[in-house]
């Protein structure tokens, strides 16, 4: 059970960091070649689709997570520095989502709903900010995986 739980976890940690990456590196640099108008109610519709896949992904992520810890490490003192450290980064990154969702998010959703293109803009953007800071907490979570369980 401990490898389906493992390849849960890795799977579903890859969408989620994955999906980021791809938004912030390749979508939204994409998008600039429409106007504003075009360029927000598109990323409306991503980030609805995107954010319902995270919020599936990220519980599958934590609570395989601690299927693993419990399961297979037998708790946290039987745990190595890299599971402890992945454990804080996964918290840290489900409540930047949360911050996201019920945030800026909510905010966007609402302005585009009214029309208010500079307010959904201004949410949009503290999106990308939080999005960027979280992909940035992926990747790092990603290598202390890759190095606690070879190094």
Known sequence: MA??????????AALWVGGMAFAI???RPALA????????????RVHKRFFLIVWHAMPIVML???WLLFGHFGGFRGAGWHVHLMHLTGLLM????LAIFFGPWRRMRQALSA?????AAA???GIRRLVTGNLLLG????????WGRFG
């Not at 490898?3 to 579903?12: C, D, I, P, Q, T």
């Open 33 to 44: 070649a429409l106007e504003p108008p075009q360029r927000l109610a598109l990323m409306g």
């Open 94 to 97: 489900s409540a930047i989502y």
């Open 123 to 125: 949410a949009n953007e």
């Open 64 to 66: 395989t997570g601690y």
């Open 3 to 12: 490898h389906l739980a493992f390849v849960l976890h890795v799977g579903f």
């Open 139 to 146: 990747l790092f979570t990603l290598g202390i995986a890759a």
């Open 115 to 119: 029309g208010d293109l500079p307010a």
């Open 25 to 27: 590196l390749a979508l």
